[in-house]
């Protein structure tokens, strides 16, 4: 397995913009997170979903983010529109969930999003 | 929810010495705690974990221990090499009863200094 793919590596794109994170999760994995780093405030979790449905999504910032997972293998995180405080890592991540115990979240390589 | 706070912030240390990075948690049901290394830009690897039900876990150069009644774990690195300074997270999260989101610290930048 290739692990977790995130695309695009960068992304700059203009304030007011629609900007489209895109995650593909190792395969098997049930548990999918989407992260934010920033240096002030370092790893942010913004949502996670088990089995493709919406979890906990406490750490979306306002309405202008939103997330979705249609299938097993694909999911999105969408900032409509985009603002220079937006700026930062986004990680994604995937893992999988053994009974009673959790286990290592795989991160993928990041997007660097710049908003100007 | 789970509060995390890792210190120290920043920590230097000569080449071939040792580096402890020391971790709080809130959430006395955390059963799971992971570290992760982050390289200049590149995404956070697990390095090493552990689970409750022991105190302390080694290998290599690396070793991890947790006290549960005081709620706080430790990263241990002996004989550290430049190739390990990085950003190095903890993180803590519970196991039982569903998956639960895992929580990270706020990180320690470990410079080693040839």
């Known amino acids: 397995d290739a692990g977790v793919i995130q695309s695009p590596r960068h992304e700059v794109t203009e304030m007011g913009q629609e900007v489209t994170l895109r995650c593909k999760p190792i395969?098997?994995?049930?548990?999918l997170f989407w992260y934010r780093q920033t240096m002030m405030r370092g790893l942010e979790l913004l949502i996670y979903?088990?089995?493709?449905?919406?979890?906990?999504d406490s750490g979306m910032p306002e309405d202008r983010f939103s997330a979705k997972m249609p299938n097993a293998s694909f999911s999105t995180l969408k900032i409509q529109p985009s603002e220079p405080r937006d700026s930062a890592v986004y990680f994604c991540a995937s893992s999988f969930y053994l009974g009673t115990v959790n286990t290592e979240a795989f991160f993928g390589q990041g997007t660097r999003l710049t908003v100007v | 929810g789970e509060n995390v706070e890792q210190h120290p912030s920043t920590l230097s240390v000569q080449e071939g010495d040792s580096a402890v990075i020391k971790c709080t948690y809130s959430?006395?049901?955390?059963?799971?705690f992971p570290w992760y290394k982050q390289e200049l830009g590149k995404r956070p690897q697990l390095i090493i974990d552990i689970r409750s039900n022991v105190g302390e876990k080694k290998d290599q150069r690396i070793a991890v221990t947790l006290n549960k009644t005081a709620k706080h774990f430790s990263l241990h690195i002996t004989e550290t090499q430049p190739e390990d300074s990085a950003v190095y997270f903890c993180?803590?999260?519970?196991?039982?009863?569903?998956?639960?989101?895992?929580?990270f610290g706020t990180g320690t930048k470990l410079q080693v200094i040839p």
């Open positions: 395969s098997g994995h049930d548990y």
């Open positions: 979903f088990n089995n493709n449905v919406p979890i906990d």
């Open positions: 993180a803590a999260s519970k196991g039982t009863g569903g998956y639960q989101k895992v929580t």
């Open positions: 959430d006395s049901a955390s059963n799971y």
